[in-house]
Nanobody
Framework: EVQLVESGGGLVQAGGSLRLSCAAS????????IGWFRQAPGKEREGVSC????????YYADSVKGRFTISSDYAKNTAYLQMNSLNAEDTAVYYC???????????????????????WGQGTLVTVSS
């Protein structure tokens, strides 16, 4: 079964840090780029970051640039999102997704990332208290 499972969400004070994990199973991890997305209450899902396994290129949304870092451990089939200097606007459910290039570019995927979502994780909630 193709699956992504996120973990690491929780409650943190403003200015704090969290590291999210995204564990992949059922597919060859490095055949895909990994993207991180988030959806705040009452808002649309948005792309936060992605990383290509082919060339190591990364993308960050302007709102998280300089605070978030995406990485992958291919031996563990796991991707990470290190989030520092968190603020209340970062409160959301965070999702990881396996991305690849294809004939369809899903609207939610930023232009700087491969546009086809192969599979979504179930999400993990991050709450930042001010």
């Amino acid at each position: 079964e193709v699956q992504l499972v996120e973990s690491g969400g929780g409650l943190v004070q403003a200015g704090g840090s969290l590291r999210l994990s995204c564990a992949a199973s059922g597919f060859t991890f490095d055949d895909y780029a990994i993207g991180w997305f988030r959806q705040a209450p009452g808002k649309e899902r948005e792309g936060v970051s992605c990383a290509s396994s082919r060339d190591g290129s990364t993308y960050y949304a302007d709102s998280v640039k300089g605070r978030f870092t995406i990485s992958s451990d291919y031996a563990k089939n796991t991707a990470y999102l290190q989030m520092n200097s968190l603020n209340a606007e970062d409160t959301a459910v965070y999702y990881c997704a396996a991305l690849r290039r294809g004939s369809v570019h899903h609207r939610v995927v930023p232009d700087g990332c491969p546009g086809y979502v192969e599979v979504w994780g179930q999400g993990t909630l991050v709450t930042v208290s001010s």
